[in-house]
């Protein structure tokens, strides 16, 4: 079989693949890069050998007819395709080393069907562990085994690639729980294998077709329980398993550490939050074999403490136990220590382990890290790590200490876990009699070898450098164990913060972060996700990618949800780079802000608000009788925020109603409330964050305040964390408490619920808002708890729920790019009427602002209603819905975000044509003119324009700039308030966006100038 190399698509192949999957399809010369690699870091000898790995498409699959499909186009056009999961392997099977298709497989994510009777269920391969564990609970059943990698690896996946996990102990290997498989063959013919036939695709890693259902054999759910226990070598935990193995002590897993991984497990980075420690109660790990025997709550595991004893092994505290089952998916976590790691992951008979344990560490000089789990068959996996850093010149030698172990599982009996791209010499021992079968079955069904081609075979140059590697062992080693742990220091690099770029080699690229990050979901391309992004620095700092303006919108479009650091293994603070990488490009420098920041800076800082509305009406909320009440200075102060103020007035209202009827006294900053600058801090505009923050700080504290009380978690955000951070790098004074009502309320439940009026005979989902929940004060159950006491209330949780709570997809999406808030509003919606709410509520006014919206734009007959609102409604207070007026002011910033795309600019300066001739210095707009007249003129005005342009734009701008708000307003409904203001907020936001989008513009204006004035 010899597969044709195929770099890029024809335009005719193109096409028809764009006609067939439509906006699943990605060209994108630069996207495509983000799929052209694995979990593994390899060394650049290694790189050049395998030469260019970017495919020229990728495909997200859908349905198995997208499969059909996909392998009848390929196998036509004799196309590699490369099937691609959750892409955590580091076995070279997800790697395009030929180019052609990635068939992205982890939208095929359902679940087929549940048996609980027979203890099975029907999955789509590309369902990830974790979801597949979720679901099935639901039903009191649990998986079988699972992989180390559950966060982020899929059931296809670990049948393609193959392995062993949690649970291998009792179960077997993953395999041995799989039933049944579809797959779709080379040919695109559809066919199902089971029993024998099934071990034809077991680790063949996707050169056998793809898989798009499996059936799984589950086991009844069951609460866990751990014992741990240490030892001081290999052979005592060995003597330990095998007592329990003797006497049949019915455990589930064995799972363990070796004393270097221990070691290095305690030194691990903290987990940080806003710099605050979040593990402070970590347990310290003894530095020796730490072994975790894990079983079924109600299986009797009475010889297990004896085993252990009896083995010298010593039982560890409860607390270490806990810890370690917590922390069973964090396998990596001690990468940032390396920051990058040199893997080698073997298989020995379990008899063996403890003198594979002892060459381990007579040949290999740098430290070995190691985790075993010990399997039914006898067999204990090992999977080893050597810290080193693949900037180091010594990562090229130090790499070959991975052949030095795996050849010390071949000398030991054992062999190497995986085959794949880099061990395809050592596929007969990986395969053992089944090569022969699989070898001949691919033949058959893939002739034109489209199938991941190369990944079991290899490439020529590698296996003739592993072969030569293996047979010149001694001498590779002498080399690697010379090569130290090759650390490299930090330094900023290139705009990069020295932090940000040891994060970006430290990430492992699990994926663990992928499927749950909006940016991803909403957008569907791995250059949106924390993974992706991480891999692009290090591209860039290697010199293959640009930090350009497109980049700059990637860091940008984050809605700071902090999904990703609440699932990163490594514990890295992942949403705080991307925060750090705002401010050095917007604030530092000077790329453009997303364009509607700009109006809501000058805004903001004309009229302290971001919605161009007047200073003066910003307290004009406050009905008549609680302003009466409120104090000029109190201990408390209510800060309601510019949406609440402005728009969602029933937010406002439902907060200080509750106060009020909770006997809470309180003051407020009335119409010198300013924004609370979030917008402004993720905007990168940080210049005017701190003159707002400064303003309002010492705002409130002329009113003599000690807390202040929130209804946005935004604003919560920055008074209770951001604020205080600001003011001690700044040095102002601060000792400002914050609290969100709820908070405040709850404590007074017993104060309100005797007020209560009005019944809530509604079904009310609630949706946690990220500022206040995982991203902020992990606030979760006093809004609950504020809720469920209205009376009638039928109170649904939504399927992702505080620290999983999915965004809602407001604020930077919709400002960013609205189509994508309204995708992800409605995904985020649709979990609401999956529970069969009437209502969904929450307490952040954007996000009640986005599900309104959203909700609209998607046809959903669901309402979006405020916590407090509901709440004072129920107290019997007159609170008008405030869902059209939300819907009403939308329209002018859609429509004036929808004009700021550089296209769309382009018309709008079109139209601008004549006024901005008339505007230019006579001299030049004679010179224009000559295109009209002389040969040559317009080639050599279209390189001018880059130049030209942003020198003529100052000039122009203001002389022009009458015109051009004439045209807004034709294009953009205002109301009064913003087209009497946009007089000023227009030239300010011109003067900053126009640097940076005249770039964008000039190309598209300047075919359309130069047919103007040969026009005109
Ligand atoms: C932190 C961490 C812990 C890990 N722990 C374990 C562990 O405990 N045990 C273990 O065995 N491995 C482990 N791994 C390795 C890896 O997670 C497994 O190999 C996993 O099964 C890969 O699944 P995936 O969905 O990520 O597949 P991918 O990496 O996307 O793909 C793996 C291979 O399968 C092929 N493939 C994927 N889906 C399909 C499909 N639907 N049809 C056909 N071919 C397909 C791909 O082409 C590729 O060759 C770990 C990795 C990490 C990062
Ligand atoms: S903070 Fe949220 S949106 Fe931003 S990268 Fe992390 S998960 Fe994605
Ligand atoms: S950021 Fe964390 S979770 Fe995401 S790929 Fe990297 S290590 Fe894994």
Redo the contacts with the bound molecule.
């Keep these: 079989m010899t597969t044709k190399n195929v770099p890029e698509l024809s335009e005719v192949q193109k096409t028809e693949l764009s006609e067939l999957f439509g906006e699943c399809v990605n060209l994108d010369k630069r996207e495509r890069r983000y799929y052209n690699h694995?979990?593994g870091a390899l060394p650049p000898l290694v790189k050049k050998v395998i030469g260019n790995t970017d495919p020229a498409a990728v495909v997200k699959i859908r349905t198995e007819e997208d499969v059909v499909k996909l392998l009848e186009f390929a196998n036509l056009h004799e196309i590699p395709v490369?099937?691609?999961?959750?892409?955590?392997?580091?076995y070279g099977?997800?790697i395009p080393t030929k180019g052609g298709i990635v068939a992205d497989?982890t939208l095929l994510n359902k679940v087929i069907s549940i048996d609980p009777e027979g203890q099975k269920v029907v999955v789509q391969?590309?369902i990830i562990w974790e979801k597949l564990e979720r679901k099935l609970k639901e039903s009191g059943l649990s998986v079988r085994t699972i992989?180390?990698?559950a966060p982020?690896?899929?059931v296809?996946?670990?049948l393609?690639?193959s392995?062993?996990?949690y649970g291998s102990y009792e179960f077997g290997w993953?395999y041995e729980s799989m039933e049944k498989a579809r797959v779709v063959l080379p040919t695109g013919e559809i066919r199902e294998f089971s029993g024998h036939e099934l071990k034809k695709l077991i680790g063949t890693?996707?050169t056998t077709g793809?898989?798009t259902e499996i059936t799984l054999k589950v086991q009844k759910l069951e609460e866990r329980k751990a014992v741990s226990a240490s030892f001081s070598d290999a052979s005592a935990l060995k003597k330990a398993v095998e007592t329990i193995r003797k006497k049949n002590i019915p455990l589930w897993s064995i799972s363990f550490l070796n004393p270097e991984w221990a070691d290095m497990k305690n030194k691990a980075p903290r987990k940080l939050h806003y710099g605050e420690i979040m593990d402070k109660d970590r347990p310290v790990l003894p530095i020796a074999y730490v072994c975790t025997f894990m079983y079924p709550a109600s299986r009797d595991v009475s010889g297990l403490k004896e085993a252990i004893e009896s083995a010298d092994g010593t039982i560890l505290s409860e607390e270490i136990a806990k810890h370690e089952t917590e922390e069973w998916f964090k396998?990596?976590k001690v990468k940032r220590l390396g920051p990058s790691f040199i893997p080698a992951e073997i298989l020995v008979p379990f008899e063996k382990m403890d003198s594979a344990f002892e060459e381990i560490k007579k040949k290999i000089k740098l430290p070995v890290l190691t985790e075993g789990?010990v399997i039914s068959d006898g067999n204990v996996v090992l999977l080893c790590f050597m810290r080193h850093s693949e900037r180091s010149l010594l990562f090229n030698t130090a790499f070959a200490l991975s052949l030095s172990i795996l050849k010390i599982a071949e000398e030991n009996g054992g062999r190497a876990y995986s085959s794949g791209l880099f061990f395809a010499s050592k596929k007969k021992s990986v395969f053992g009699d089944r090569l022969a079968a699989i070898e001949t079955f691919r033949k058959e069904f893939d002739p034109n070898g489209i199938m991941?081609p190369e990944?079991l075979e290899g490439k020529g140059i590698l296996n003739t450098a592993v072969s030569f590697g293996s047979s010149f062992e001694p001498m590779g080693r002498l080399a690697g164990n010379m090569s130290g742990i090759g650390k490299v220091s930090f330094k900023d690099e290139k705009n990069i913060p020295a932090k940000v770029a040891e994060l970006a080699y430290s990430c492992?690229q699990?994926g663990y972060c992928v499927s749950e990050c909006d940016q991803y979901y909403g957008r569907g391309w791995e250059s949106q996700s924390p993974r992706g992004k991480w891999f692009f620095i290090k591209e860039y700092l290697a010199g293959r990618e640009k930090l350009d303006q497109r980049q700059t919108n990637t860091f940008l479009a984050c809605t700071t949800c902090q999904m990703c650091d609440s699932r990163c293994?490594l514990d890295m603070p992942i949403e705080h780079a991307w925060m750090t990488m705002r401010g050095k490009l917007v604030e530092e420098e000077k790329k453009m802000t997303f364009p509607p920041f700009e109006i809501m800076a000058a805004s903001l800082l004309k009229e302290r608000n971001i919605w161009a509305n007047y200073r003066k009406d910003r307290d004009k909320w406050i009905p008549d009788e609680i302003r009466a009440k409120m104090k000029d200075e109190a201990e408390y102060a209510y800060f309601a925020g510019c949406t609440a103020s402005f728009v969602e007035n029933d937010v406002a209202v439902g907060a200080v109603r509750m106060l009020d009827d909770a006997g809470i006294e309180f003051t407020g900053l009335f119409d010198k409330e300013a924004c609370c600058g979030i917008p402004m801090l993720v905007a990168g505009k940080w210049d005017v964050f701190e003159k707002i923050m400064r303003m309002n700080v010492s705002n409130m504290k002329k009113k003599g305040v000690k807390t202040v009380i929130t209804s946005c978690p935004a604003c919560w955000l920055m008074w209770h964390t951001v604020y205080p951070q600001w003011a001690e790098k700044l040095g102002i004074e601060y000792g400002l408490e914050t609290k969100h009502y709820s908070e405040v309320l709850v404590e007074r439940l017993d104060v309100l619920k005797p007020k209560f009026k009005q019944p809530l005979d509604k079904v009310v989902a609630w949706h946690d808002s990220c500022h206040l929940g995982r991203a902020g004060g992990k606030v979760y159950e006093p809004p609950r708890e504020l809720l469920k006491s209205i009376p009638g209330i039928q109170f649904r949780e939504l399927e992702h729920n505080r620290e999983r709570a999915h965004c809602c997809g407001s604020v930077v999406s919709l400002i960013a790019e609205p189509p994508v808030a309204y995708r992800l509003g409605n995904i985020r919606l649709q979990e609401a009427v999956d529970v069969n709410a009437d209502i969904i509520a929450a307490l952040c006014p954007c996000c009640i602002f986005q599900f309104r919206v959203a909700a609209e734009k998607n046809n959903l007959d669901i309402q979006a209603q405020d916590l407090g609102a509901l709440v004072a409604r129920s107290l019997g207070y007159n609170i008008p819905d405030s869902t059209s007026y939300t819907l009403e002011s939308w329209v002018p910033f859609e429509k004036m975000i929808s004009l700021m795309q550089p296209e769309n600019m382009t018309d709008l300066m079109v139209e601008l044509l004549p006024q901005m001739m008339a505007a230019m210095p006579a001299p030049l707009s004679a010179m224009m003119k000559m295109v009209k007249y002389v040969p040559g003129m317009e080639a050599l005005m279209k390189p001018m324009m880059p130049i030209m342009m942003p020198r003529l734009m100052p000039l122009v701008m203001p002389k022009v700039m009458p015109d051009m708000l004439k045209a807004v307003e034709r294009r953009v409904p205002m109301p009064d308030y913003m087209r009497e203001q946009l007089p000023d907020l227009m030239p300010k936001a011109m003067e900053n966006l126009m640097p940076n989008m005249l770039p964008e513009i000039i190309p598209l204006l300047t075919p359309r100038m130069i047919e103007y004035i040969k026009t005109h």
């Design positions: 694995d979990i490369v099937p691609r999961a959750g892409a955590s392997s580091g099977g997800v497989v391969s590309g992989p180390s990698s982020s690896s899929t296809g996946g670990w393609a690639q392995g062993a996990g993953g890693m996707g793809i898989i396998s990596m789990m991941n990944t492992s699990c293994e």
